[in-house]
């Protein structure tokens, strides 16, 4: 009886070698805020990463949860900026400068860069992939409108980063805390608003709290203006297997996180509306 026995080939394919994590040394930790941390570590499959798509991060011990991608730079310089929320994303944000994670990643669909009027909107840490997005769109947008929503001045992000990117550009910055602390007291959606009342935009980027988004997408839909949107779902798996980030026909890990208008359509009877909790069971948002 013949046996057919096929040789594994030594050389990975770009899928293997992305799904393999990678112990990578935290090279900086900078505190950002009371809740927010940014590490920045060095991996060459993340300096191809495009902006919106995220990693799975390993905290040893802990658990393994999908941050997006808040720095990225041809020399292989990655960034990740984390918000303590629950165990694992508290754990790592206990880490420093010579400490370790696990990388997967970059996985997922990210942010198509448009040109003409664009418009950025990002809500708490949403901000972070919004950095090497804005970043890209320097380089082919015409005129560029950054708007931030913050509880209150203790959660403002990136503002020097902002300053820097934007100071050569056409552009126009709006942040909104909800107490008043900072600029304009209220909800950034009530901006967005104003906005697209005023000016009429080409693209919408937003990332941020789902409400947030929901909104902001409604407006996009009413103005008639498209927009990418990057979704939040409990991920396991990061490659689209395990069904935990299902929302109707969609696996943001793998057809996301970034959304545009027509898959945001398709999933609408669920976005803003509903999401599947730890255990698959379907919760209120
Ligand atoms: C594609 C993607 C990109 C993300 N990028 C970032 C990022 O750049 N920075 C960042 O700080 N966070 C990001 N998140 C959210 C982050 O993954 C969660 O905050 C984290 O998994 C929570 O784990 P935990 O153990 O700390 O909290 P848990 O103890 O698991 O939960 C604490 C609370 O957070 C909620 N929660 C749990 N998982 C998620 C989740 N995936 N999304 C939203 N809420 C959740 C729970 O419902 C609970 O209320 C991203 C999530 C996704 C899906
Ligand atoms: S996280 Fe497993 S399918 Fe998306």
Same mark, same amino acid.
């Given at each position: 009886?013949?046996?057919?026995?096929?040789?594994?080939?030594?050389?990975?394919?770009?899928?293997?070698?992305?799904?393999?994590?990678?112990? *990578?040394?935290?090279?900086?930790? +900078?505190?950002?805020?009371?809740?927010?941390?940014?590490?920045?570590?060095?991996?060459? #499959?993340?300096? $191809?990463?495009?902006? @919106?798509?995220?990693?799975?991060?390993?905290?040893?011990?802990?658990?393994?949860?999908? %941050?997006?991608?808040? @720095? %990225?730079?041809?020399?292989? #310089?990655?960034?990740?900026?984390?918000?303590?929320?629950?165990?694992?994303?508290?754990?790592?944000?206990?880490?420093? $400068?010579?400490?370790? /994670?696990?990388?997967?990643?970059?996985?997922?669909?990210?942010?198509?860069?448009?040109?003409?009027?664009?418009? /950025?909107?990002?809500?708490?840490?949403?901000? @972070?992939?919004?950095?090497?997005?804005?970043?890209?769109?320097?380089? *082919?947008?015409?005129?560029?409108?950054?708007?931030?929503?913050?509880?209150?001045?203790?959660?403002?992000?990136? #503002?020097?980063? %902002?300053?820097?990117?934007?100071?050569?550009?056409?552009?126009?910055?709006?942040?909104?805390?909800?107490? @008043?602390?900072?600029?304009?007291?209220?909800?950034?959606?009530?901006?967005?608003?104003? $906005?697209?009342?005023?000016?009429?935009?080409?693209?919408?980027?937003?990332?941020?709290?789902? =409400?947030?988004?929901?909104?902001?997408?409604?407006?996009? !839909?009413?103005?008639?203006?498209? /927009?990418?949107?990057?979704?939040?779902?409990?991920?396991?798996?990061?490659?689209? #297997?395990?069904?935990?980030?299902? /929302?109707?026909?969609?696996?943001?890990? +793998?057809?996301?996180?970034?959304?545009?208008? !027509? =898959?945001?359509?398709?999933?609408?009877?669920?976005?803003?509306?509903? =999401?599947?909790?730890?255990?698959?069971?379907?919760?209120?948002?």
């Amino acid at each position: 009886m013949h046996f057919h026995t096929q040789k594994s080939s030594p050389v990975p394919s770009h899928f293997d070698a992305i799904n393999r994590m990678r112990i *990578v040394k935290i090279i900086d930790a +900078k505190t950002e805020n009371c809740t927010v941390k940014t590490f920045t570590f060095v991996d060459k #499959l993340c300096e $191809k990463a495009e902006p @919106g798509q995220f990693v799975m991060v390993w905290i040893p011990g802990v658990d393994e949860i999908p %941050i997006s991608l808040s @720095g %990225i730079t041809s020399d292989g #310089l990655t960034s990740i900026t984390v918000n303590e929320v629950g165990e694992a994303s508290r754990a790592l944000n206990q880490k420093e $400068k010579g400490g370790s /994670i696990g990388v997967r990643g970059p996985f997922g669909n990210g942010f198509v860069p448009a040109g003409g009027n664009v418009m /950025i909107v990002g809500g708490g840490t949403g901000l @972070g992939p919004m950095m090497p997005l804005t970043e890209k769109l320097v380089k *082919v947008a015409d005129k560029i409108t950054l708007m931030s929503g913050v509880k209150s001045l203790d959660n403002l992000l990136f #503002l020097d980063r %902002i300053t820097k990117i934007l100071s050569d550009v056409d552009s126009e910055t709006v942040f909104t805390t909800e107490d @008043g602390s900072y600029g304009i007291e209220g909800l950034v959606t009530e901006q967005v608003e104003q $906005k697209l009342m005023n000016e009429r935009f080409d693209m919408i980027y937003t990332c941020g709290p789902e =409400q947030m988004m929901y909104r902001t997408f409604l407006l996009a !839909e009413r103005y008639n203006v498209p /927009i990418q949107a990057s979704l939040e779902r409990i991920m396991r798996c990061g490659i689209g #297997l395990c069904g935990s980030c299902a /929302i109707g026909k969609i696996r943001v890990c +793998k057809d996301g996180p970034v959304l545009n208008s !027509e =898959q945001l359509r398709g999933i609408k009877e669920e976005f803003g509306k509903f =999401q599947l909790d730890l255990t698959g069971k379907k919760i209120k948002l």
